[in-house]
């Protein structure tokens, strides 16, 4: 069994670093333990991979996170595991403008950016929670991987699968996508994704604005998709989320106390942050004081356009 064993810097926050990267407490292809572990299946340039990620503290060794992969994808997975859990991730270039942010900044010292290195990963589920409720789409992601994913290789815990491959998701009927709640429109986004993933994939190694462009070249995917799909494939810090229903509202409240906030005035406040963008926000999220978000909900509300 491959192990690799990563000495993050200090402080470190292991559980705030990966939660990013799972939909919904029974997401099917990441899951964390009571204790801790971190369980995740992908799809790498090299097949299936099963990735068990484990903290371990001690007084003599200080904080050590073990990896351990089975799979034909168990080395790919290993040599990027650093870049997974933020190690290519620069907290300190941010600097703070606002007190808030300055705030959660320190609070959050041990937040990282993961990358995985991986585009359909991340674009599939983002493109399920286009313009409807988060709980949907978390369903949608867990009914459509348990019925067409694979079982994924060596001791993954029961109801784990690794997310189908491209040809796979092509193949799936129209009431399935039905069935799981999915439309017509997000289903064809998936599909025309499907037909171009080498090509998306491709994306995962390039600067920000060229692989926003790329992955925006197939129609049903804008910006807000691409963003938050790049925010985890890349690790970019600037990949602002844009068309979010709530997000400017949130940031606008956060910042100046105004409850009408817009993209553009989203962008006004966040122009001190140009190049982390995306850590600002997310700092401020995490921090508060955020205004109620039923107040701004609307009856299919993740985002307001694609």
């Given at each position: ?215 925006q070249l197939i129609p049903g995917i804008g ?84």
């Amino acid at each position: 069994m491959p192990r690799l064993l990563w000495v993050p810097p200090e402080p470190y926050d292991l559980a705030r670093t990966l939660r990013v990267l799972r939909h919904g407490r029974g997401d099917p292809a990441c899951r964390r333990e009571a204790d801790g572990t971190w369980w995740r299946t992908c799809r790498t340039p090299q097949g299936p991979v099963t990735l068990k990620i484990t903290e371990h503290v001690s007084p003599a060794d200080g904080t050590v996170i073990a990896g351990d992969a089975w799979g034909p994808g168990a080395a790919w997975a290993l040599e990027t595991l650093p870049a997974l859990l933020g190690a290519d991730d620069d907290p300190a270039a941010l600097i703070p403008r606002h007190r808030i942010v300055a705030q959660a900044h320190r609070r959050h010292a041990g937040l990282r950016l993961p990358r995985t290195g991986l585009v359909m990963e991340s674009l599939v589920p983002t493109v399920l929670e286009q313009r409807i409720t988060t709980g949907s789409a978390h369903y949608a992601w867990r009914r459509l991987l348990t019925r067409y994913g694979e079982q994924p290789p060596g001791p993954a815990p029961a109801g784990m699968r690794v997310m189908p491959p491209p040809q796979v998701w092509r193949m799936i009927p129209s009431w399935e996508w039905h069935r799981a709640g999915v439309d017509r429109a997000r289903a064809t986004a998936i599909l025309r994704a499907c037909q171009h993933a080498p090509r998306l994939e491709e994306a995962a190694a390039m600067l920000l604005p060229a692989a926003a462009a790329r992955l925006q070249l197939i129609p049903g995917i804008g910006p807000w998709t691409a963003a938050e799909t790049l925010q985890r494939a890349l690790g970019a810090p600037d990949a602002l989320t844009l068309g979010d229903l709530h997000l400017p509202v949130q940031i606008g409240y956060a910042l100046t106390g105004r409850r009408d906030g817009t993209d553009e005035l989203m962008l006004q406040l966040l122009a001190p942050y140009t190049g982390q963008r995306h850590r600002a926000a997310r700092l401020i999220l995490l921090s508060g004081p955020l205004p109620n978000r039923r107040a701004h909900r609307a009856p299919h509300s993740r985002i307001a356009h694609l």
